[in-house]
């Protein structure tokens, strides 16, 4: 039973100070102060000893006699441990251990001491009390010198007075100690530690948050003392919080999060980015919530000509390259930073923003609605002195030459409905010209304005830019805003956190002066580690990364990340001196650099050739007509010739039937028709499938989805042209009692007169394989079945495709071949005559229509 004191805290009040406790206990109910346990409260129950601890109870002119001091101090500790239990008992929520593990760091010197400080001023009045045990694997007297030093150096927001701030600083030192945490036992005498405090204050233990500011390497041991040894009781919390890198990759990524979900439920884990307790990020969230009203009809593709995510850095990566070389910018910035940025721009709004369930579930919505990545969605550049200071740093040999990019532009795209045709770019790089990190709306602007613009007026003519932003900090500006151009709407936002920005004369931002603007700067600035620890305390799970999210981030980025790794970043100077030299533009979805930079094909004095100085080749491959080029131009060519094809199937027959493969080759054909070709009759247009993998259609390794993703939703098909090939009948693939292949060729019988498509595109696999027709395979090679099943001896091993004897009815048969893998095969298929069980591309063969060949240079010619 708790003892019965005060009916409510006045009273608790009036006793306090007829007794002599007046500052402390004041403290205890307004301020942050800990009243009668200025010291851990370990050494006020006499666990270690403290001399002065009298005078911790009583200010200077009520300390009472000094002739009987061991007794003064017996009474006065009695007295106020009483006080303490009684209020504790009342008021107190319970007692938070926070555990800084790798509190010598530096991550933990710059920031965290500085965030657990500013978290005991706001939280340690309001019915917690607190003990922050640093923990290293320095030795004792090491660590406690370097933690002495530390929390000295600790500062008060701006409205305390020095003295007060002295006062809480010394009230926070005491709370905090130096422990060597080791040995599993070091975490066993920890955790009873940690309850004898508890138990002795007459404390209830709210939780603990064990605070990783350590490599990930040393997550699991740690994880496993924690799990095995520290979990508080029953009724308690436990709260983790991890620090970036999470992985390199997908894989290694979903490897980390298996091993410490083996320790840690996903509610206990808070894994940091801290990004999101930068103020203007975790401001837009809340801003689009506070301004619904307005923004419900502007946050879209209809209005949103292009959002920009930027986080530019002037430091290189000088002094940490053994992580930067393993990393790159791609992982260290956009993976994590700029990724959960764009969700907060992109994702749907909760109803309720403060639930963070919803908040995460919306998060993960938006994840699924990124566009797949493709090797053209992103530029790279490395600073010239990256590759020096690697073999300086890494005693590489001279010739160490790094394909690490510090410089990355990558274009993303949302598949939804909000954000189709939207470009996201984000961007990030070291040695760069200015340090500044922004988030960028920038409108459409559909006005035309009358009068000549000396006229225009900032709130009223809508022929001014119109763009919100959220300028994360530094920069011009040098501090966290919102802005928002006044032509779009006065934004609301909590005066009791943002105020506004005072004028600021000859200061431009994205090309308009600041008074273009409605400016808003945070009233208090706070650093983001200072922000998210207090998240952490009230379990705000939401500005946090959770496994999913994680893994979807991963799962999004690592296909990029494959396909550049092997890709020369472009060179920049670092500084000013980059000049232009890494602007970089966007079509359709390729992103380049604006300025080309020629390769030297052939080395040697003259300008170098560029790839367009090469004619497209023609010539004459297995008795039909070859076209090869660079892949460019190839791709440029055969999207022409379809065109062209199609524009005279429906000129003539009013329809154009084309049947298109999957794989990888294709693609940027797709891109190219999506994006260049709007004379393309598409309203005209039936697309068939020349293959499909045995996976349902919104799996992505379908090439349904290839299609859809890259084509379709660009173009307008009428959906009753579009022709799925039914591999996923009665809940089921390709099972041969549903008969998908039947149906397939009666719904071509029923609508391609003759069963004879206007073209079909085919590939040629390396082992001769096309559509999904494999050597030796038994069905499909010749016989009446115009759609068959067949075996890929690669996964998905079951295929559905169109039999050799349908694609040879066809008018015209375009094979596509592209890269150098397929040199060999290209070489082979040139001197084989009509063996279709072997090479089944031999055996392709129009009875009366046209076969052409399109091969890059790097297939024909190695
Ligand atoms: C870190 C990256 O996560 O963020 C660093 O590892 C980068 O490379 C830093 O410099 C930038 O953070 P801030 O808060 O300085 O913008």
């Given at each position: 039973?708790?003892?019965?004191c005060?009916p409510?805290?006045?009273?608790?009040k009036?006793?306090?100070?007829?007794h002599?406790?007046?500052?402390r206990?004041?403290?205890?109910?307004?301020?942050?102060a800990i009243a009668?346990?200025?010291?851990?409260?370990s050494?006020?129950?006499g666990?270690?000893?403290?001399?002065?601890?009298?005078?911790h109870?009583?200010?200077g002119?009520?300390?009472?006699?000094?002739r009987?001091p061991?007794?003064?101090k017996?009474?006065?500790?009695?007295?106020?441990?009483a006080?303490?239990g009684?209020?504790?008992?009342?008021e107190?929520?319970?007692?938070?251990?926070?555990?800084?593990?790798?509190a010598t760091g530096?991550l933990a010197r710059?920031?965290?001491?500085?965030?657990?400080f500013?978290?005991?001023?706001?939280?340690?009045g309001?019915?917690?009390?607190?003990s922050?045990h640093?923990?290293?694997?320095?030795?004792?007297?090491?660590?406690q010198a370097?933690i002495?030093?530390v929390?000295e150096?600790?500062?008060?927001?701006e409205?305390?007075?020095?003295?007060?701030?002295?006062?809480?600083?010394?009230?926070?030192q005491?709370l905090?100690?130096?422990r060597?945490?080791?040995?599993?036992?070091?975490?066993?005498?920890?955790?009873k530690?940690?309850?004898?405090?508890?138990?002795?204050?007459?404390?209830r233990?709210?939780?603990?948050?064990?605070?990783?500011?350590?490599p990930p390497?040393?997550?699991?041991?740690?994880?496993?003392?924690?799990?095995?040894?520290?979990?508080p009781?029953p009724?308690?919390?436990?709260?983790?919080v991890l620090?970036?890198?999470?992985?390199?990759d997908?894989l290694?990524a979903q490897q980390?999060?298996t091993?410490l979900?083996?320790?840690?439920?996903?509610?206990e884990?808070?894994?940091?980015?801290?990004?999101?307790?930068?103020?203007?990020?975790?401001q837009?969230l809340?801003?689009?919530?506070?301004n619904r009203k307005a923004?419900d009809?502007?946050?879209?593709r209809?209005h949103?000509e292009?959002?920009?995510i930027?986080?530019?850095e002037?430091?290189?990566?000088?002094g940490r390259?053994s992580f930067y070389?393993?990393?790159?910018v791609i992982r260290?910035?956009?993976?994590?930073?700029?990724?959960?940025?764009l969700t907060?721009?992109?994702?749907?709004l909760?109803?309720?923003?403060?639930s963070s369930e919803?908040?995460?579930?919306?998060?993960?919505?938006a994840?699924?609605?990124l566009?797949?990545l493709q090797k053209g969605s992103?530029?790279l550049?490395?600073?010239?002195a990256?590759?020096e200071?690697v073999r300086?740093e890494?005693?590489?040999?001279d010739?160490?030459?790094?394909?690490?990019?510090?410089f990355a532009?990558?274009?993303?795209?949302?598949?939804n409905?909000?954000?189709e045709?939207?470009p996201f770019?984000?961007?990030?790089?070291?040695?760069?010209?200015e340090r500044?990190g922004?988030?960028?709306?920038?409108?459409r602007?559909?006005?035309?304005?009358?009068q000549?613009?000396?006229?225009?007026?900032?709130d009223?003519?809508?022929?001014?830019?119109?763009?919100?932003?959220?300028?994360?900090g530094?920069?011009?500006l040098g501090?966290?805003?919102?802005?928002?151009?006044?032509n779009?709407?006065?934004?609301?936002?909590?005066?009791e956190s943002?105020?506004?920005?005072?004028a600021r004369?000859?200061?431009r931002?994205?090309?308009?002066?600041?008074?273009?603007?409605?400016?808003?700067?945070p009233?208090?600035e706070?650093?983001?580690?200072?922000?998210?620890i207090?998240?952490?305390?009230h379990g705000?799970?939401?500005?946090?990364?959770?496994?999913e999210n994680?893994?979807a981030?991963?799962g999004?980025?690592?296909?990029?990340?494959?396909?550049?790794?092997?890709?020369?970043?472009?060179?920049?100077?670092?500084g000013?001196?980059?000049g232009h030299?890494?602007d970089f533009e966007?079509s359709?979805?390729?992103?380049?650099?604006?300025?080309?930079q020629p390769?030297?094909?052939?080395p040697?004095?003259?300008?170098a050739p560029?790839?367009s100085g090469?004619?497209?080749?023609?010539?004459?491959?297995?008795e039909?007509?070859?076209?090869?080029?660079?892949?460019?131009?190839?791709i440029?060519?055969?999207?022409?010739?379809?065109?062209a094809?199609?524009?005279?199937?429906v000129?003539?027959?009013g329809?154009?039937?084309?049947?298109l493969?999957?794989?990888?080759s294709?693609?940027?054909?797709f891109?190219?028709?999506?994006?260049r070709h709007?004379?393309?009759?598409?309203?005209?247009t039936?697309?068939?499938?020349?293959?499909e993998?045995?996976?349902?259609l919104?799996d992505?390794?379908?090439?349904?989805q290839?299609?859809?993703t890259h084509?379709?939703?660009?173009?307008?098909?009428?959906y009753?042209?579009i022709h799925?090939?039914p591999?996923?009948?009665h809940?089921r693939?390709?099972?041969?009692?549903?008969?998908?292949?039947?149906t397939?060729?009666s719904?071509?019988?029923?609508l391609?007169a003759?069963?004879?498509?206007?073209?079909?595109l085919?590939?040629?696999?390396?082992?001769?394989?096309?559509?999904?027709l494999?050597?030796q395979s038994p069905s499909?090679?010749?016989?009446?079945?115009l759609?068959?099943?067949?075996?890929s001896?690669s996964?998905?091993?079951?295929?559905m495709s169109?039999?050799?004897?349908?694609?040879?009815?066809?008018?015209?048969v375009?094979?596509l071949v592209?890269?150098?893998v397929?040199r060999?095969?290209?070489?082979?298929?040139s001197?084989?005559?009509?063996?279709?069980?072997k090479w089944p591309?031999?055996g392709?063969?129009p009875?009366?229509?046209?076969?052409v060949?399109y091969?890059?240079?790097e297939?024909f010619?190695g």
């Amino acid at each position: 039973m708790r003892p019965k004191c005060f009916p409510d805290g006045k009273k608790a009040k009036r006793w306090s100070r007829s007794h002599g406790c007046k500052q402390r206990f004041e403290a205890e109910r307004g301020g942050p102060a800990i009243a009668c346990s200025p010291t851990p409260i370990s050494r006020l129950l006499g666990s270690e000893s403290e001399p002065d601890q009298a005078a911790h109870c009583t200010d200077g002119e009520e300390r009472g006699p000094r002739r009987h001091p061991g007794c003064w101090k017996m009474l006065t500790v009695a007295m106020c441990m009483a006080l303490l239990g009684c209020l504790q008992a009342q008021e107190l929520r319970g007692h938070v251990s926070v555990i800084l593990l790798g509190a010598t760091g530096d991550l933990a010197r710059k920031y965290l001491w500085q965030g657990l400080f500013q978290l005991y001023l706001d939280e340690a009045g309001k019915d917690y009390s607190f003990s922050f045990h640093g923990a290293a694997l320095t030795s004792t007297k090491q660590g406690q010198a370097f933690i002495a030093k530390v929390l000295e150096s600790l500062s008060c927001p701006e409205d305390v007075a020095p003295d007060r701030c002295a006062e809480l600083k010394g009230q926070f030192q005491r709370l905090s100690a130096y422990r060597h945490l080791a040995t599993s036992e070091d975490y066993m005498a920890l955790s009873k530690d940690i309850e004898a405090q508890v138990q002795h204050g007459g404390l209830r233990e709210a939780g603990r948050i064990f605070y990783f500011s350590v490599p990930p390497f040393a997550y699991a041991d740690i994880a496993r003392n924690i799990n095995s040894s520290c979990r508080p009781g029953p009724g308690a919390w436990l709260r983790v919080v991890l620090e970036k890198p999470f992985g390199h990759d997908h894989l290694s990524a979903q490897q980390l999060a298996t091993e410490l979900g083996g320790f840690f439920r996903e509610e206990e884990m808070y894994r940091v980015d801290h990004y999101l307790g930068k103020q203007a990020v975790a401001q837009i969230l809340p801003f689009r919530d506070q301004n619904r009203k307005a923004l419900d009809g502007l946050w879209s593709r209809h209005h949103v000509e292009r959002v920009e995510i930027i986080m530019k850095e002037t430091v290189d990566a000088e002094g940490r390259t053994s992580f930067y070389e393993e990393y790159g910018v791609i992982r260290d910035v956009l993976q994590n930073h700029l990724t959960e940025v764009l969700t907060l721009v992109a994702m749907e709004l909760p109803h309720n923003i403060s639930s963070s369930e919803s908040v995460l579930q919306h998060k993960l919505r938006a994840f699924r609605a990124l566009r797949g990545l493709q090797k053209g969605s992103a530029v790279l550049g490395q600073y010239q002195a990256y590759s020096e200071q690697v073999r300086r740093e890494q005693q590489k040999p001279d010739s160490f030459r790094s394909l690490t990019p510090t410089f990355a532009g990558v274009l993303v795209h949302m598949d939804n409905l909000r954000w189709e045709g939207v470009p996201f770019i984000l961007m990030s790089g070291k040695a760069l010209d200015e340090r500044v990190g922004y988030v960028r709306i920038l409108f459409r602007n559909q006005a035309y304005c009358v009068q000549n613009d000396e006229h225009w007026v900032a709130d009223q003519s809508q022929c001014l830019p119109r763009q919100i932003v959220f300028y994360i900090g530094h920069g011009e500006l040098g501090s966290p805003a919102v802005l928002v151009s006044r032509n779009l709407f006065r934004p609301s936002l909590p005066s009791e956190s943002w105020k506004g920005l005072g004028a600021r004369p000859g200061l431009r931002l994205f090309g308009r002066p600041l008074s273009d603007f409605y400016a808003y700067r945070p009233v208090r600035e706070q650093d983001a580690y200072s922000v998210l620890i207090s998240r952490i305390f009230h379990g705000r799970k939401d500005s946090f990364v959770t496994t999913e999210n994680l893994l979807a981030s991963w799962g999004f980025w690592t296909p990029l990340l494959d396909s550049l790794a092997h890709e020369v970043p472009r060179l920049y100077p670092g500084g000013a001196e980059n000049g232009h030299l890494l602007d970089f533009e966007f079509s359709g979805a390729q992103l380049y650099f604006s300025q080309r930079q020629p390769e030297r094909l052939v080395p040697g004095p003259g300008p170098a050739p560029m790839p367009s100085g090469f004619q497209v080749l023609k010539a004459k491959y297995r008795e039909s007509p070859l076209i090869s080029a660079w892949p460019e131009e190839l791709i440029a060519k055969l999207a022409d010739d379809i065109e062209a094809t199609a524009v005279r199937a429906v000129r003539r027959f009013g329809t154009f039937h084309l049947a298109l493969s999957g794989g990888s080759s294709p693609v940027p054909l797709f891109q190219q028709l999506a994006t260049r070709h709007y004379g393309f009759p598409w309203a005209h247009t039936h697309l068939w499938l020349v293959d499909e993998r045995c996976v349902p259609l919104w799996d992505p390794e379908s090439n349904f989805q290839h299609l859809q993703t890259h084509l379709l939703q660009h173009v307008r098909v009428p959906y009753y042209n579009i022709h799925p090939m039914p591999v996923h009948l009665h809940q089921r693939l390709c099972a041969e009692e549903d008969q998908g292949a039947q149906t397939y060729a009666s719904e071509i019988s029923a609508l391609v007169a003759n069963s004879s498509f206007d073209l079909v595109l085919l590939g040629m696999g390396a082992d001769g394989h096309t559509a999904s027709l494999f050597p030796q395979s038994p069905s499909g090679l010749d016989g009446e079945q115009l759609v068959v099943l067949t075996e890929s001896p690669s996964r998905p091993f079951q295929r559905m495709s169109l039999s050799l004897p349908l694609i040879n009815r066809a008018r015209k048969v375009a094979v596509l071949v592209m890269g150098r893998v397929k040199r060999e095969i290209t070489m082979l298929v040139s001197r084989v005559g009509h063996e279709p069980k072997k090479w089944p591309i031999s055996g392709v063969l129009p009875s009366s229509g046209q076969l052409v060949w399109y091969m890059d240079y790097e297939a024909f010619l190695g």
